[in-house]
């Protein structure tokens, strides 16, 4: 039994790892861009697209967040892109059972 014990602890610690790639962002280039502050035109267009949800943009986080109206298993949303926002929200408000 500690045989075993001692062969197992062995080959964990001594196993042969793959080599992982490291990619390190150098130049400012490599950084992805963030997404711009929404106008307040934007949100409201947004918003009124989701009518079922609160719409709100999250500086801290840099993407919009809605918040559902109704019960629904997934009650919080983000996303940065507005446009898959909206998709998210209606395939949540096409899973609720009516």
């Known amino acids: 039994?500690?045989?075993r014990f001692i062969a197992l602890l062995a080959w964990l610690l001594f196993r042969p790892t793959p080599r992982r790639r490291v990619v390190v962002a150098d130049t400012a280039t490599d950084i992805p861009p963030c997404p711009a502050d929404?106008?307040?035109?934007?949100l409201a267009e947004l918003q009124d697209r989701c009518?079922?949800?609160l719409v709100m943009w999250?500086?801290?986080r840099r993407e919009y967040m809605a918040i559902?109206?109704?019960d629904t298993a997934t009650p919080i949303l983000?996303?940065?892109d507005p446009q898959r926002l909206v998709f998210?929200?209606?395939a949540a408000e096409l899973a609720v059972v009516a």
Do not use: N, T
Not at 38 to 42: A, E, H, L, N, T
């Open 1 to 3: 039994m500690s045989r």
């Open 88 to 90: 998210a929200c209606r």
């Open 58 to 60: 999250c500086w801290y």
């Open 51 to 53: 009518s079922r949800w």
């Open 68 to 70: 559902a109206r109704f």
């Open 78 to 80: 983000f996303d940065a």
């Open 38 to 42: 929404p106008s307040p035109q934007q």
